[in-house]
C-alpha cells in the first residue's frame, strides 16, 4: 500500500493533537506503521498549527509536503486556503465552516478572504460542515473537532467500528459518550 | 513479551531513561524538551525535578552521578548555554554513575531565539553526541547512552530536535534494568577541577575523544547501507528519514554518534561512493570536518544552514525533480497570540497606554512585541530584561529609563532574573521591574517552579515568596497588584517609574488556562450603546470582532470575561454576565 498522508490544520487550542492521536491510534490498530508530527510550545498560542500524520507498510519521514496530502482536515476555514497547496490533485478537504480572524484581520492590517469554501471547491473536492453548530446543539462546543473527524473518516478505510473502539481509548473517560456521538454525527452525515 | 506503544520522541527519551536505570533527573522546561520530564515523572522508580535553571539541573545530576547513579538533565538547546559552565568542566571530571544530558535543537525556530546546532557546543566542550532519527531510536539511544558514559567515563550529550522530539511513532518497550550503585570513592585528581588536576583531565579527555573516534568505525549506531552506489550519503537524525524518503536506492552512511567522527569508516564509506551528500540540518559540523580530511564531497553549497530540511529538497537539489508544486495562497499570517482573558494583555494595555517601553525576556509576554500591543522593545535570553534595562540606565542616566519597565515572568524571575535583580539592587540602579506572575511557566504548557508550591512529582511544597524574596534584597517599592485592575495599576506604574528608586511591581493573576481557573463570567456587546469607537479592539483580544456595521461581537465559546475590554469601554456597551 502506497504511504497515506493525512494533515490537520487549524488554529492553535482547537484540538488537532486529541484528533491526530486518535487518527494514529486506528492505524496502529489496522497494523500499519505510522508517523505523527505535532506543533507544540509558542506556536499553539492561537497561531496557526499543523499536524501530519502518515500511516502505511512502511514510513520514513514524519511530515507531510507540498502536492503530498492525501486529506486534509481544518478546523478553520482560512487554515484550509493556508494549506491547501499541500494536497494532492485527487485529495479531498474537509473543511469546519467556522470563522476565526488573524491578529492581522482584527487590527485592521489584512482583510479576511471570503469565499473560502467555494473558492477551494473549484479546484478540489471539499466537504464542509458548520461543526460548532452541530456540537452545540450536542451540548458541548469543545466536540467540533470530533464532528469533523467524523466527515473526514467517510474518506479513509477503517471501520466504524474501530473508529469508535480508538476514540473511547483515546478521550478522557468522562467524555466518551458526547465524543462517540461527536463522530457519529460527521460519520453518519 | 514485548509491547509495542506509539510515543512521541520525548516520551520515548523517558523511556529510555526508565529502562536504562535512571535514579535522578532534573530539567528546566523549554519547547521542544519539555515533555521529556513530564514523561519520567511517570515512573516512580525515577526521582525527578524542575530545577529553576538548567545550570542548577546539570549541576543536580552531576551530583548524582558523582554518588555512583545513573543521572540524567534535559533541557533546550539554549538552554545547554546556561548549563556550559558545568557542562565544560565535569567533560574533564567525567562520570562515576552514567550521566547524560538530552538537550533539544530547534531547527526552524518553532519555538525559540535562535537556531545554534548544540554539535558545535559539545565539540567545543568535548562531549561524545549520539542522535536517534525516529521514536525508536531514541529510546535505544539513551540506553546506549549511559553505557557508553560509564565505558568512556564521560558525560554523553544525546541530541534531539523539534522534529524528532515532537513525532510519534512506534516504540517496542523493554524492561528497566537496575544497575548496581557504584560505591563512591574520594577521588580529588578526578573531582576537584583545579588546575593542578584539571591539566591531568585534560590529556585524558583528549585521549578519550580519540579512543571514541577510533572505536565508533565498529559501534553498532553507525551504519552503513549500501546500495546503488552513484550517491551516497552522510546524514544523521531526522535528515535520515529524509534521505530514506527521497533516495530510497542511495548508499547512506548514517551516524548515531555524531561526536567524535568515526573517520576510517567515513573514508571507505567516501571511496565507494561516485558522489558523496552530506546532509546534516544546522552547521556543517560534518561536512568541515570531512573536508579537512580531503575528501571530495558536497554540503552546504546546495543545503541551507537555515531552519528544517525534507525530502522535497533532496528530491529538487539531487535528484532534479522539477515537481509540480502549486503555489500557496496568499493569506493573512496566523502568528501566535495572547490567549482570551490573558493577564498580560492586560498589564501591556496599561503600559501601552502610558507610551512605556518595555525591556523584554523570555515567555508568553514576549508577545507583548506585536501589534496592537507593542510594548516588548528587546528580547535576548531567559533573565535578560532586568540586566538589559540596568545596562541602558548606566549608559544614558537615570531620566532615560522614565519611561521604561522590565517585565518578567515568575518562571523566568526565578530561572536567572533574581541575579539581575541583586545587580541593579546592588549597583544603585533605579530601574522600575514588572514580574508578570501568572503563577506557572506558560509557555511550554504550564509546569511548576519554586514560586508555585509543587514540585515536578506533584508535592506540595512551601512556595517561595516572591514579594518577600525581593523586599530582602533591600527593595524598599515592592507592589502587588491584580493584573486586571488597570486603573490602580496605571497609577502604580506612574508612581514607581518616577521613582531614583528600584522598584518592583509584581502583578499576580493566574495564567487564564491553568487548571482549576474557573471563569464565572462572559463579556457580552450591548450594540444601542455602542459608538463604534473600536477602543476595545486595542487590546486585540482574538474573542472579539468588529462588524461589519462598526459594532462588534464576542465569541462567547472564546471569552473567558476578564471584564478588560468591558473596563476601557466608556459607554458601557459591554457588560458582563454571570454564566
New interface residues.
Given amino acids: 500500500m502506497k504511504t497515506k498522508n493525512i494533515m490537520i490544520v487549524g488554529v492553535g487550542g482547537q484540538g488537532t493533537l486529541l484528533t491526530s492521536r486518535i487518527l494514529g491510534g486506528i492505524t496502529v490498530d489496522a497494523g500499519y506503521d505510522v508517523k505523527l508530527s505535532e506543533v507544540h510550545g509558542m506556536a499553539q498560542r492561537g497561531g496557526s498549527v499543523v499536524t501530519f500524520v502518515r500511516y502505511g507498510e512502511k514510513v520514513a519521514e514524519p511530515i507531510v509536503e507540498e502536492g503530498q496530502a492525501d486529506v486534509l482536515i481544518a478546523f478553520e476555514k482560512l487554515e484550509a486556503l493556508r494549506y491547501a497547496h499541500f494536497l494532492k490533485k485527487d485529495g479531498a478537504i474537509v473543511v469546519n465552516d467556522h470563522r476565526i480572524d488573524p491578529m492581522p484581520v482584527v487590527t485592521g492590517a489584512a482583510e479576511y478572504p471570503e469565499n473560502i469554501i467555494e473558492n477551494l471547491a473549484k479546484e478540489h473536492s471539499v466537504y464542509s460542515v458548520n461543526a460548532m453548530d452541530e456540537a452545540l446543539k450536542l451540548g458541548n462546543s469543545r466536540v467540533f473537532n470530533i464532528i469533523v473527524l467524523g466527515v473526514a473518516a467517510k474518506h479513509m478505510d477503517f471501520s466504524k467500528e474501530a473508529w469508535l473502539q480508538v476514540i473511547e481509548k483515546t478521550v478522557p473517560p468522562k467524555t466518551v459518550e458526547i465524543n462517540k456521538k461527536a463522530f457519529l454525527l460527521g460519520f453518519e452525515s | 513479551m514485548s509491547e509495542t506503544k506509539?510515543m512521541?520522541g520525548n516520551e520515548a527519551i523517558a523511556r529510555g531513561a526508565f529502562e536504562a536505570g535512571v535514579k535522578v533527573s532534573a530539567a528546566y522546561p523549554g519547547?521542544?524538551s519539555?515533555?521529556i520530564s513530564e514523561n519520567i515523572v511517570n515512573y516512580p522508580e525515577i526521582y525527578a525535578e524542575w530545577s529553576p535553571n538548567e545550570k542548577v539541573a546539570m549541576e543536580v545530576a552531576i551530583g548524582a552521578s558523582i554518588s555512583g547513579v545513573r543521572a540524567m538533565a534535559s533541557m533546550k538547546h539554549v538552554g545547554v548555554n546556561v548549563a556550559s559552565d558545568p557542562l565544560y568542566t565535569i567533560s574533564y571530571a567525567g562520570v562515576n554513575g552514567g550521566l547524560v544530558l538530552v538537550a533539544a535543537d530547534d531547527p526552524g525556530l518553532?519555538?525559540s531565539q535562535n537556531e545554534q546546532d548544540t554539535r558545535c557546543v559539545a565539540r567545543a566542550a568535548m562531549v561524545p553526541v549520539l542522535e536517534p532519527s525516529?521514536s525508536q531510536e531514541a529510546k535505544d539511544f539513551m540506553k546506549y547512552a549511559f553505557d557508553l558514559s560509564e565505558k568512556y567515563d564521560t558525560p554523553i550529550i544525546l541530541r534531539t530536535t523539534t522534529?524528532l522530539s515532537?513525532?510519534?511513532?512506534?516504540v517496542t518497550l523493554e524492561e528497566r534494568c537496575e544497575p548496581m550503585d557504584i560505591p563512591y570513592e574520594r577521588n580529588v585528581s578526578k573531582f576537584v577541577m583545579m588546575p593542578g588536576n584539571a591539566k591531568g583531565r585534560h590529556v585524558f579527555v583528549e585521549k578519550r575523544l580519540k579512543d571514541m573516534a577510533e572505536d565508533a568505525c565498529t559501534m553498532p549506531i553507525n551504519k552503513v547501507e549500501m546500495n546503488d552506489t552513484k550517491v551516497g550519503f552522510i546524514t544523521s537524525g531526522?535528515a535520515y528519514?529524509?534521505v530514506?524518503?527521497a533516495c530510497p536506492n542511495a548508499s547512506v552512511l548514517k551516524l548515531g554518534l555524531v561526536h567524535p567522527l568515526p573517520r576510517k569508516l567515513i573514508e571507505e564509506f567516501a571511496s565507494k561512493v561516485e558522489t558523496l551528500y552530506i546532509f546534516e540540518e544546522l552547521e556543517p559540523v560534518f561536512e568541515e570536518q570531512i573536508k579537512s580530511w580531503g575528501i571530495k564531497c558536497i554540503g552546504k553549497e546546495i543545503f541551507t544552514v537555515q531552519g528544517e530540511y525534507?525530502?522535497?529538497m533532496l528530491r529538487k537539489a539531487v535528484l532534479k525533480e522539477e515537481?509540480?508544486?502549486?503555489?500557496?495562497?496568499q493569506?493573512?499570517?496566523?502568528?501566535?497570540?495572547?490567549?482570551p482573558g490573558c493577564p498580560h494583555r492586560s498589564v501591556y494595555s496599561v503600559l501601552n497606554k502610558l507610551k512605556i517601553h518595555a525591556a523584554g525576556d523570555i515567555g508568553?509576554y514576549t508577545?507583548g512585541a506585536?501589534?496592537?500591543l507593542s510594548v516588548v522593545d528587546t528580547t535576548v535570553c531567559m533573565g535578560a530584561s532586568i540586566s538589559t534595562l540596568h545596562g541602558m540606565e548606566k549608559a544614558k542616566g537615570k531620566d532615560y529609563i522614565k519611561n521604561w519597565v522590565a517585565v518578567i515572568g515568575d518562571s523566568t524571575f526565578m530561572h536567572t532574573g533574581v541575579n539581575s535583580l541583586m545587580n541593579m539592587v546592588y549597583n544603585q540602579g533605579t530601574g522600575t521591574v514588572m514580574i508578570l506572575d501568572n503563577s506557572t511557566t506558560g509557555?511550554?504548557?504550564h509546569q511548576d517552579h519554586a514560586a508555585t508550591g509543587k514540585t515536578l512529582m506533584g508535592e506540595t511544597v512551601p512556595a517561595i515568596n516572591i514579594f518577600e524574596l525581593c523586599k530582602a534584597m533591600g527593595i524598599k517599592n515592592v507592589v502587588e497588584v491584580n493584573a486586571f485592575d488597570t486603573v490602580t495599576l496605571e497609577k502604580v506604574i506612574k508612581e514607581e517609574v518616577a521613582k531614583d528608586e528600584v522598584s518592583v511591581i509584581i502583578t499576580k493573576s493566574p495564567c487564564v488556562l491553568l487548571k482549576g481557573n474557573k471563569f464565572t463570567t462572559k463579556c457580552v456587546p450591548v450594540p444601542e450603546k455602542c459608538k463604534k469607537c473600536g477602543m476595545c479592539?486595542k487590546p486585540?483580544c482574538?474573542a472579539?470582532?468588529?462588524n461589519a456595521d462598526g459594532t462588534i461581537s464576542i465569541?462567547a465559546?472564546m471569552c473567558n470575561g476578564c471584564g478588560l475590554c468591558k473596563g476601557i469601554c466608556k459607554f458601557d456597551a459591554i457588560e458582563t454576565v454571570e454564566v
Avoid at chain 2, 166 to 170: E, K, T
Avoid at chain 2, 333 to 338: C, D, E, G, M
Wanted: charged fraction near 20%; hydrophobic fraction near 35%; proline fraction near 13%.
Fill in positions: 506509539i512521541l519547547t521542544p519539555t515533555e518553532y519555538s525516529d522534529r515532537h513525532s510519534q511513532g512506534p531526522i528519514q529524509y530514506k524518503e525534507s525530502a522535497n515537481e509540480e508544486i502549486k503555489a500557496a495562497a493569506v493573512p499570517a496566523r502568528p501566535p497570540i495572547l490567549c508568553c508577545l506585536v501589534a496592537p509557555m511550554t504548557g479592539l486585540g482574538p472579539l470582532t468588529k465569541d465559546t
